[in-house]
């Protein structure tokens, strides 16, 4: 065993939500050791890679667009989305309606105080499932950060590295937490393996051969090490009986090293998990032609007009549209029997309406590069979509409806039924027929009109009505999609402070968490559903509080 290491607080995982976990105990004064299997080039974990988002309520960014917002309106689209039914869901509650304050009052200026700033044009994610009370945003909250990611990243590294200049905190990476250390009841410090050093780069995966042994005690430990998306048994595992059959096939939205492997190790010690079966996977999913992990999965953040049709051609219901209502969308294609499904669309919708999830995905708004912003006004298909569209095995692109099919046949599974030229051609005419007038029985026509009534869609992420038949409009293109997993929306039950739970509802004393690890705060603030630009906001708002928790809790 190592020589023994000691510190104020010990924070598991070097992720966002350990950033600021970390940063605000070391702003209070307590020496704190964070704790990283990867290797420092991995610090920031998963939201590095994010596009940034952010969940705001009635922000100055909202009213420049025309959006009237307010607390009670993201509170009832917030517990409509949630559908809080269960005992144990006091405490999610608890969090959402606390994050919600949070995201209506000081979140912004919080991060604007230190350095933090968002592109002007506020998008409108989850649009929901057509019922005032239902689920979905009913207006724009999703605001993207100027660097995406790593522009979220920045000031709180920044921050944990001034006070690693000062000796007040410390970097424990390549340790792998095998343990939690329990003496009387109380967790006062983590043991585990030092793995070898690795000089990979961020996201691919790493050694795990072993050079040593280590134990760092502290007087409060947080646990800020993420989700389960990377380990895809343990996500069939837990997936529940009302989202169908898990798919025999994904895509993974996260590096393998996201494996719920200290989730279990925490709950084995004797804190209490709630809600596992939770989560939240797209069906967007693409793979992609430049892999940075393994069986690496990109989102297509699509725009309303895309023909979205199951494996055998059958277009999908209201309210499964692109970017409406992802867990229904879900479930629906889950009763399907197939692991994928289609976009069909135009050039026009493509250059309009596809944006790509992830910080490497969007180089202008990650390298705040304002000339390249600006290029996707102009005419052609962002930069990254247009590489997919090139070289994506899961794209396919032809001058006529015929040879789009034949295409999309060609790429389909083995076990699939063969597309009907004929039947897309009827679904493709019908739904043309309902351009012809400014109203419409088509629902899914209705609600693109309806989005370009709102100024930001109609500048950047909905594309002008036309018929999909037009050549003008060419060429079609379809898009084979995946289930691609990502969050976790269960996890660690905590108390307002950040405290686990035990089993019968007592704190276990020394023990915190925040982040995906407990389900964004309490262990499952969003309940079944999220609203988007939610996750990154759970890891700032459970890792500031577990972080100011714990600092408070230090003798």
Same mark, same amino acid.
């Not at 917002?69 to 989305?81: I, V």
């Not at 509650?93 to 995201?103: K, Q, S, T, V």
């Not at 009913?138 to 921050?159: C, D, K, L, N, Y």
């Given at each position: ?21 970390? !940063?605000? +105990? ?37 009213? %420049? ?6 607390? !009670? ?19 999610? %509650? ?125 007087? +409060? ?16 595992? +837990? ?29 084995? +010690? ?110 052609? $298909? ?64 209705? $609600? ?29 293109? !379809? ?22 739970? %035990? ?26 559903? !999220? ?25």
């Amino acid at each position: 065993m190592a020589a023994e290491q000691q510190a104020d607080v010990v924070v598991v995982g070097g992720g966002l939500a350990g950033l600021v976990a970390a !940063a605000e +105990a070391a702003d209070a004064g307590r020496s704190v050791v964070v704790v990283e299997q990867e290797g420092e080039q991995s610090l920031g974990g998963q939201a590095f890679w994010s596009l940034g988002g952010l969940f705001l309520v009635d922000s100055p960014e909202q009213r %420049r667009m025309g959006i009237k917002d307010s607390l !009670a309106l993201a509170t009832q689209d917030w517990l409509g989305s949630a559908q809080f039914d269960r005992d144990e869901d006091r405490w999610p %509650r608890a969090w959402a309606e606390a994050y919600l304050d949070f995201a209506a009052g000081e979140k912004r200026a919080w991060l604007r105080g230190m350095g933090h700033r968002f592109f002007p044009l506020v998008g409108w994610a989850e649009r929901g499932d057509g019922r005032a009370e239902g689920h979905g945003n009913s207006v724009p909250r999703f605001h993207i950060t100027w660097g995406t990611g790593p522009g979220v990243v920045a000031p709180f590294e920044r921050r944990v590295r001034e006070h690693a200049s000062t000796g007040r905190l410390r970097f424990a990476f390549r340790h792998q937490v095998d343990g939690l250390v329990v003496e009387g009841g109380t967790v006062v410090g983590v043991r585990g393996t030092v793995l070898e050093p690795t000089a990979v780069d961020r996201g691919r995966p790493s050694s795990r051969t072993a050079v040593g042994e280590f134990e760092i005690r502290g007087q +409060a430990v947080v646990v800020t090490s993420g989700g389960i998306g990377g380990n895809h048994d343990l996500v069939r595992k +837990a997936w529940p009986a009302r989202l169908g059959t898990p798919p025999r096939t994904m895509v993974s939205g996260v590096p393998a090293h996201v494996d719920g492997r200290m989730l279990a190790i925490t709950q084995d +010690a004797g804190a209490s998990v709630i809600n596992p079966d939770r989560m939240w996977h797209y069906v967007e999913g693409i793979r992609n032609w430049d892999p940075i992990w393994d069986n690496h999965g990109i989102r297509i953040l699509p725009g309303p007009s895309s023909l979205w049709l199951d494996a055998t051609g059958r277009r999908l219901p209201a309210p499964c549209f692109p970017g409406f209502d992802t867990l229904s969308t879900l479930q629906h294609l889950r009763q399907t029997g197939h692991d994928y499904s289609w976009f069909v669309l135009t050039q026009k919708v493509i250059e309009k309406e596809f944006a790509l999830s992830g910080s490497e995905q969007n180089p202008d708004l990650t390298g705040k590069d304002i000339k390249l912003v600006l290029s996707r006004v102009r005419g052609g $298909a962002p930069g990254p979509v247009e590489a997919f569209k090139q070289h994506g095995e899961d794209f396919v692109v032809a001058d006529t409806l015929d040879e789009l099919v034949k295409g999309m046949n060609a790429i389909a599974d083995p076990d699939v039924p063969e597309l009907d030229t004929e039947a897309i051609r009827r679904l493709v005419e019908a739904r043309d027929r309902e351009i012809d007038n400014p109203f419409s029985k088509d629902a899914q026509i209705t $609600a693109i009109r309806g989005a370009r009534g709102y100024r930001g869609d109609r500048l950047s992420r909905t594309a002008t009505p036309h018929k999909f038949l037009d050549p003008k409009a060419g060429p079609l293109i !379809a898009v084979r999609l995946h289930v691609l997993s990502r969050k976790t929306l269960g996890g660690l039950e905590t108390d307002l402070d950040g405290r686990c739970l %035990r089993s019968d509802g007592s704190p276990f004393p020394g023990l915190y968490a925040a982040g995906e690890v407990n389900g964004f705060g309490g262990g499952g603030m969003m309940g079944y559903n !999220a609203l988007e630009g939610t996750f990154l906001g759970g890891c700032l708002f459970s890792g500031r509080t577990a972080g100011r928790a714990a600092a408070r809790a230090v003798g």
